[in-house]
């Protein structure tokens, strides 16, 4: 008889007891009969572990949904889940009309994503599994955020290893193109349809406000994007310099100067490497200095690449300080370890002949939950540096 339960090794049941919601392929020792969908999960001694995602076709085969065997996985199952992981996010109501609902793992919801722009929500399906609830999720979704339109920017690589299709396409309502939001006061256009990740980086919003906070003399935001952290910077900083590579990006950085009313903020299409260089080499000085990068290191076999090139905009960025000038530096490359990216920092110091005085460590806010023994839950690092000498 075909079981539609996952039968998983001594090494796979011990994942989930140390708080790690994958089982790998290579830890099935039965796979369930079933297509992809919520599976009941035993022990090769047929005690039930509980229920799972079960995508056959990607290497991480079960997800860890709950582990209560006799959970019943369905629409009203998703609704309390989704209204516990909207409820986390509380505390930001009236800070922000945009933020992460739903951090995947993060939030006990794997591989789901779900980022919330104003009234209107952007989605991302990452297994074969949570896709088979498409339409539990979507329910739930609307009616717990009352939510205008919804898209799925289902375009990104991971679905292609779980055997599903790269697409963008609405839930519900129509989403436009261009959303306002406003972050502690700060308003910015996200682009929910073609933007970098689901249409804005949500997760630097609280980093954002701390460098706004001390900001100060001549800024410079590189990697700037959209303008998010020179927008902040231009509070307080007399003149803002945002550097980016991308011109499209530069163009939305300056429809958002406008919106916000700055005209303190200078826009430089530039390589940021050559930039850096550029600046050190005429001797120039800046006060405030942002590094928000994207990721250097896309997988471990780059990693040691990266770390170069990091430390090489990071003591670029030092020597440019002027006397008591601060640095705020970020790295999002999962593959670089926290302690990595300090260590990195601190050679970059020591090259840099400047004393650089540590002022805060940062990591992710509060709606994208860094769960400890889920390192994959976590990737967004950043420092506070001041030069004070
Ligand atoms: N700081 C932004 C996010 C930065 S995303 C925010 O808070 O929203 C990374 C940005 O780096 C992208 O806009 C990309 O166009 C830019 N970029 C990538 N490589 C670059 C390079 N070598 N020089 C300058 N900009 C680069």
Redesign the pocket.
């Known amino acids: 008889m075909k079981e539609s339960h996952a039968v998983v090794s001594a090494r796979g049941a011990r994942r989930w007891q140390t708080g790690h919601p994958w089982i790998f392929r290579s830890d099935i020792v039965k796979p369930p009969a079933a297509p992809p969908g919520a599976v009941l999960t035993r022990d090769q001694q047929g005690r039930a572990l509980g229920w799972a995602l079960w995508s056959p076709a990607s290497e991480i085969s079960l997800r860890l949904l709950d582990r209560d065997p006799d959970a019943v996985i369905d629409g009203r199952w998703w609704h309390a889940q989704l209204q516990s992981a909207i409820a986390r996010r509380l505390p930001l109501a009236g800070l922000t009309d945009s933020c992460r609902l739903v951090h995947g793992e993060g939030d006990g919801l794997p591989s789901l994503v779900v980022d919330r722009f104003d009234r209107w929500l952007v989605a991302q399906f990452l297994s074969a599994g949570v896709e088979a609830f498409r339409e539990e999720i979507v329910e739930a979704l609307h009616a717990l955020t009352g939510a205008e339109g919804a898209l799925a920017r289902n375009d990104v690589s991971v679905r292609t290893r779980e055997g599903l299709e790269r697409t963008v396409e609405p839930l519900w309502g129509e989403v436009p193109q261009e959303v306002e939001v406003n972050e502690h006061g700060v308003r910015y256009f996200a682009a929910p349809h073609t933007g970098?990740k689901t249409g804005?980086?949500l997760d630097?919003r609280e980093n954002?406000v701390l460098v706004g906070s001390v900001a100060r003399g001549r800024a410079l935001?590189?990697?700037?994007?959209?303008?998010?952290?020179a927008l902040h910077l231009a509070q307080r900083a007399e003149t803002v310099t945002a550097?980016?590579?991308?011109g499209p990006?530069l163009a939305r950085a300056s429809e958002n100067a406008v919106l916000n009313g700055r005209q303190n903020i200078t826009l430089v299409e530039?390589?940021?490497?050559?930039?850096l260089r550029a600046r050190e080499a005429e001797g120039a000085r800046y006060d405030t200095i942002?590094l928000?990068?994207?990721a250097f290191a896309k997988n471990k076999a780059s990693l040691e690449g990266a770390v170069r090139g990091y430390k090489d905009i990071n003591f670029r960025a030092m020597r440019l300080l002027a006397p008591g000038g601060l640095l705020y530096t970020?790295s999002?490359s999962y593959h670089l370890s926290k302690t990595r990216f300090l260590d990195m920092l601190q050679d970059a110091a020591a090259d840099s002949g400047r004393r650089m005085v540590l002022r805060a460590i940062t990591g992710q806010p509060l709606d994208h939950p860094e769960v400890m023994t889920v390192p994959e839950t976590g990737y967004l690092k950043g420092a506070l540096l001041e030069a004070s000498d």
């Open positions: 970098q804005a980086f630097q954002r935001d590189v990697f700037s994007y959209h303008g998010s952290f550097v980016d590579s991308s990006a530039a390589d940021a490497f050559d930039f942002v928000d990068p994207p970020a999002c």
